[in-house]
């Protein structure tokens, strides 16, 4: 069975930074999409960011642009979330999703999902 395993989260202060992890099993990250999202309490599920399956372009929400980087390193199947200059509206359970196209925002277009980790930005 497919499985994407987050980590990383917690507690930091505003303006600052932490690394999230998305490492998989029974799936070879580096043939699919994979897209970061989050969800804050009470409000839907949103896209942060994407790298294609091919040719490994890198696209971010708006909210996130310049300040978010997403990376892979297909040696160690793992997807990563840098993220930096922390603000208190970043706070929300953060996921981890594959997907065998090239959708890059769209929840719906994501096969498989991680369980999520906890970002809480405190101000």
């Known amino acids: 069975q497919v499985e994407l395993v987050e980590s990383g989260g917690g507690l930091v202060q505003a303006g600052g930074s932490l690394r999230l992890s998305c490492t998989a099993s029974?799936?070879?990250?580096?043939?699919?999409?994979m897209g970061w999202f989050r969800q804050a309490p009470g409000k839907e599920r949103e896209w942060v960011a994407s790298?294609?399956?091919?040719?490994?372009?890198?696209y971010y929400a708006d909210s996130v642009k310049g300040r978010f980087t997403i990376s892979r390193d297909n040696a160690k199947n793992t997807v990563y979330l840098q993220m930096g200059s922390l603000k208190p509206e970043d706070t929300a359970v953060y996921y981890c999703?594959?997907?065998?196209?090239?959708?890059?925002?769209?929840?719906?277009?994501?096969?498989?999902w991680g369980q999520g980790t906890q970002v809480t930005v405190s101000s």
């Open positions: 999703a594959a997907n065998t196209g090239s959708a890059l925002k769209i929840v719906t277009a994501f096969e498989y």
């Open positions: 790298t294609r399956r091919i040719g490994g372009g890198l």
């Open positions: 029974r799936l070879t990250l580096s043939t699919y999409t």
